[in-house]
């Protein structure tokens, strides 16, 4: 029986919860270090989607002039109102050719931003897409994934290839990188913050949600960065019939 299952620990008068004095101290921080990173994603992706529920004083912006979000027939939030969704005509994908969301008219698209070193959400969500368009099967066709790039600077093609592949999605999404001056646009459109982390420049702190566009380009619903695949599938036949 492991420590934890026999309830090996000790409770201080002060009533917080005391180490074992007899498990090793490296094996403590061990379990610390692989704890630590899963509290972290469990924190942003939860705080995520009590901001875009409502749950929050300080609401994330919603992208493009929409003024609510809420429960309707989708899986996702519900924009309100309905609004063609902003451009990423400024942009290109990781191949240098151009991108624009009309080349998908008649398809379910889904945007989100992402960059390419991020440690922990945007594997996540880079994750969850693939596995939806797994789950849907002959219907992933009907479907396209664009990424917007938070990074000017990390996100150049060789890392934007190399996350692709990693994550199972070359040839299933569109990576849209540019400058900063040609990000930066886009970026306020969609109500999108992007910033150096600044006890860690090398991270980026930016928004991390997912935006459905149905068939016909209207901006129609948000997921949170802890969508599950299954919430894309049910939400497809919708964004194809909008």
């Known amino acids: 029986m492991s420590d934890e299952a026999s309830g090996d620990t000790s409770v201080d008068s002060s009533g917080g919860d005391a180490l074992s004095s007899s498990e090793p101290p490296e094996r403590t921080v061990g379990r610390l270090r692989l704890v630590l990173p899963v509290v972290v994603i469990l924190i942003i992706v939860g705080g995520v989607a009590l901001v875009i529920a409502g749950g929050s004083r300080s609401k994330q912006r919603l992208p493009d002039g929409a003024h609510s979000a809420h429960v309707g027939k989708y899986d996702g939030l519900l924009l309100q109102p309905l609004r063609s969704a902003p451009a990423l005509t400024s942009l290109h994908?990781?191949?240098?050719?151009?991108?624009?969301?009309s080349d998908y008219r008649g398809k379910a698209v889904f945007v989100t931003f992402l960059y390419?070193?991020?440690?922990?959400?945007?594997?996540?969500?880079?994750?969850?897409?693939?596995?939806?368009?797994?789950?849907?099967?002959?219907?992933?066709?009907?479907?396209?994934?664009i990424a917007v790039s938070v990074d000017p600077r990390g996100d150049k093609p060789a890392a934007v290839a190399k996350f692709l592949h990693e994550h199972e999605l070359t040839g299933e999404m569109q990576y849209l990188i540019g400058t900063g001056s040609e990000l930066a646009p886009v970026w306020k459109a969609w109500s999108v913050g992007s910033a150096k982390d600044?006890?860690?420049?090398?991270?980026?702190n930016h928004s991390a949600l997912v935006y459905g566009i149905s068939a016909s380009g209207?901006?129609?619903?948000?997921?949170?960065?802890?969508?599950?695949p299954s919430?894309?599938?049910?939400?497809?036949?919708?964004?194809?019939?909008?």
């Open 93 to 101: 994908n990781y191949q240098g050719q151009p991108v624009s969301l």
């Open 116 to 145: 390419t070193h991020c440690p922990d959400v945007c594997p996540l969500i880079a994750s969850q897409l693939h596995n939806a368009l797994a789950r849907l099967g002959s219907r992933a066709g009907e479907v396209q994934l």
């Open 198 to 204: 600044v006890g860690n420049p090398e991270f980026v």
């Open 218 to 228: 209207k901006l129609t619903t948000i997921y949170a960065a802890s969508l599950s």
């Open 231 to 242: 919430e894309i599938v049910h939400d497809v036949p919708g964004l194809l019939a909008g």
